[in-house]
């Protein structure tokens, strides 16, 4: 998922916790970049807890939680009115984050483990090694 404000992209942190903030927007959750921390007021455009004003809000499931109170209430059901009143999409400025599909592509092809020739069609033969010829029965 990009940064709301500015469509970066979230890498792994070398080691300990993330610099990148959640929010729910617009009934959304929604990451905020270690950037647009420091240079926005990021926190006057989440929603707000309808009960203690809180901003420190989790959106899962249909519902939303302020970790502040504990209240939870139900997420509308287009994810576009939100607690604190904001009518805003939790898409980033400019519309979508351009090459996504081929980057998670690419992701998807890391953890499970795919190769090139696997995604071309080719199979394995039993010693692992690419052959190019399809799978034959037992024999």
Do not use: F
């Not at 080691?15 to 990451?31: E, F, T």
């Not at 109170?69 to 805003?88: I, P, Q, Y």
Request: proline share 9%; charged share 25%; net charge neutral.
């Amino acid at each position: 998922m990009p940064c709301y404000r500015c469509g970066a992209r979230q890498v792994d942190p070398d080691r300990g916790q993330s610099p990148w903030k959640r929010g729910v927007r617009g009934d959304r959750q929604v990451l905020v970049c270690p950037d647009c921390q420091v240079a926005h007021d990021w926190t006057a455009e989440l929603d707000r807890c309808p009960r203690c004003r809180g901003a420190h809000l989790v959106r899962r499931l249909g519902e939303v939680e302020c970790r502040g109170c504990g209240l939870v209430r139900a997420a509308s059901a287009e994810g576009t009115e939100g607690g604190g009143g904001l009518a805003a999409s939790a898409e980033p400025p400019g519309g979508s984050v351009p090459g996504l599909s081929e980057e998670v592509a690419r992701a998807l092809d890391r953890v499970l483990g795919r190769s090139r020739e696997a995604a071309l069609g080719r199979t394995l033969d039993p010693a692992g090694i690419g052959n190019g010829d399809p799978p034959s029965g037992p024999g």
